[in-house]
Every structure is written in structure tokens, then in C-alpha cells.
């Protein structure tokens, strides 16, 4: 008999081992690369459409000021702001006074926009472990929701204060929290009927179903709340600039048109919306890297 008849079986199932790792490390190989590769795909889709975003934006802007017969006095276009903050000999001047104030703003928008994600993903898990707190709770977010903020606002600042950190973190976070809410408790409901299930066989309670299954579950619906909650964030950051502290942009706005400074008004709120849609697409983008990652993207 040849010796590789008599092949020690120690010896084969060793080889096979082998041969069954190295297959695993392998697949494992083209999986990390396909999924490094679906994630530039994503982000560079992502930067695609904030690129489409911004040059349809700035065209239309061109067009309406152009088009509509406003006195160039008043109006200004894309290149007018332009050459108010990098090409005018004053340039560095205006931006100096520009971009402290927009940087405020940004300051008041993150604050809002950090409390109502909060309190709505709090507000969420509760209804979503207790009907009764959803009964009690959901008419009140609806009642704020139905009253114009700009009725109510002066109650807040009696009694928060004017001009404090607590106003406009107040006013932000009513202006996040219905929409952001909204979406997380439609994330939260959309669980896997049957991943419940199998946490409940295995002895899994309500919080453990929560924790394991519907959280992760819902990340898709809580990231669509985080970029519907940047314009508001910053909606909501200007109007209560405008109404409380008087600072940042909300606050220099009515200032500029009273004291006819049309180019700083035309410049702060193109600064402003440009941002926000820069951080919208930053969140998409996060987003994108996040469900790649996870395996949950389309």
C-alpha cells in the first residue's frame, strides 16, 4: 500500500482546518472590500447630491434677482456676496463681522438641536414602554406643536429668562422635538416581529426587546429625525436669537435691514443656509457610514 493510502486522519483533518480557515479569511477579505467599497460609493453619492444641492440653489437665487426687477440696491445675488466676503477691498472687515455672529448661531443651533434629539428619543422609549406615558404625554407635545412658538415664546423667556443659554435651548428643542419624535417612534414600531420573538423565548424582557431589537432597528428612521431636525435646529436658534439673547444672526438681521446694510443681510443668510445644508448632508453622510457598516443600507 502507498504511503497516501495510509494518510494519518490526525494529519487530513488538520489539512482541512487549513484549508477552511484560510477559505474564511478569504471570504472575510472580499467582504471587508465590498463593503469598503459600497461605503465610497455612498459618500460619494452623498457629495454629489450636496454638490446638485447648492449649484441648483445659487441658480435659482441668480434667477429670482435677476429675473423679478428688484432694485440691485436691495437685491443681491450669489456673485454680489461673493465680493462682499473675499474680493471687496473691505473683505476682511465684513467677514470679521459676519462670522462671529454665524458662528453664535451655530453655537444656539447645536444646543437645540442636542435637547430635542434627546428628549425625543426619551420621549420615544418611554411611549414606546408604556401606553399610559404615551397618553399622558403625546397631547402636550401636540399642544406645542399646534401653538404658533412665536405666541408662546414670550412666556418661556418670562420664565426662563432673557437672553439665557435655558431660552434658547427651550425654544430650539420645541421647535426639533414633533418631527424628531415623530420618526423615532415610527423607527421603534417597525421591529421585527419575529426578532421579538425569539428575544422572549429566550427569556428577554420589554427593555432587553428594546435594547436588542427595536433601537437598533430604528437607527434608519433616528437619522432621518436628525437631518429633518438640522433645519430646524437652526430655525429654531434664529427665532430665538430674534426674540431672547439679540445675538447671532437671528439677532443682527432686523438690524441690518433697518440700518439698510442689504449686502450683510443678503451675506448672513447665505452663510447660514449654506451651512445648513452642508450639515444636512453631513449627517446623510454619517449616516450612510453608519448602515454601510451595520449592513442596513439599500
Known amino acids: ?35 469598503r467599497r459600497a461605503l465610497r460609493k455612498t459618500v460619494l453619492r452623498s457629495l ?15 434667477a429670482v434677482v435677476s429675473l423679478t426687477g428688484i432694485s ?4 443681491k445675488g450669489p456673485l454680489d456676496v461673493w465680493e462682499f466676503l473675499f474680493t471687496s477691498p ?22 437645540g438641536f442636542v435637547v430635542g434629539m434627546i428628549v425625543a428619543i426619551v420621549l420615544a422609549v418611554a411611549f414606546s414602554l408604556s401606553k399610559a406615558v404615551e397618553a399622558g ?5 401636540l399642544l406645542l406643536r399646534t401653538i404658533p412658538l412665536v405666541s408662546i415664546a414670550p412666556v418661556i423667556i418670562l420664565m426662563t429668562g432673557r437672553g439665557t443659554t435655558a431660552s434658547v435651548a427651550v425654544i430650539g428643542t420645541i421647535v426639533v422635538l414633533f418631527p424628531a419624535l415623530a420618526n423615532v417612534l415610527f423607527g421603534l414600531s417597525r421591529a421585527s416581529r419575529q426578532s421579538l420573538d425569539v428575544v422572549h423565548v429566550f427569556g428577554g424582557g420589554r427593555l432587553t426587546a428594546l ?12 437619522f432621518a ?3 429633518v431636525s ?7 436658534a434664529l427665532l430665538a436669537e430674534w426674540l431672547s439673547t439679540g445675538a447671532g444672526i437671528g439677532g443682527s438681521i432686523l438690524k441690518f435691514n433697518a440700518q439698510a446694510q442689504f449686502a450683510q443681510l443678503w451675506s448672513s443668510i447665505a452663510l447660514i443656509t449654506l451651512i445648513t445644508l452642508l450639515l444636512y448632508n453631513l449627517v446623510q453622510i454619517v449616516e450612510n457610514i453608519v448602515l454601510t457598516r451595520m449592513g442596513m443600507s439599500r
Do not use: H
Open 225 to 227: 429625525a436628525a437631518r
Open 72 to 75: 440691485p440696491y436691495i437685491a
Open 137 to 141: 404625554v403625546m397631547p402636550l407635545v
Open 90 to 111: 473691505n473683505a476682511e472687515a465684513n467677514r470679521a463681522q459676519l462670522f462671529p455672529l454665524v458662528g453664535q448661531t451655530l453655537v444656539d443651533s447645536s444646543l
Open 211 to 222: 435594547r436588542k431589537v427595536n433601537l437598533p432597528g430604528a437607527l434608519p428612521s433616528i
Open 1 to 35: 500500500m502507498s504511503p497516501r493510502a495510509t494518510l494519518d486522519p490526525v494529519t487530513a483533518g488538520g489539512a482541512t482546518v487549513q484549508l477552511a480557515v484560510a477559505a474564511d479569511a478569504a471570504a472575510q477579505a472580499r467582504l471587508r472590500a465590498e463593503r
Open 48 to 62: 454629489g447630491n450636496a454638490g446638485i444641492t447648492i449649484i441648483v440653489l445659487l441658480l435659482l437665487w441668480q
Open 230 to 236: 438640522v433645519p430646524g435646529a437652526v430655525t429654531g
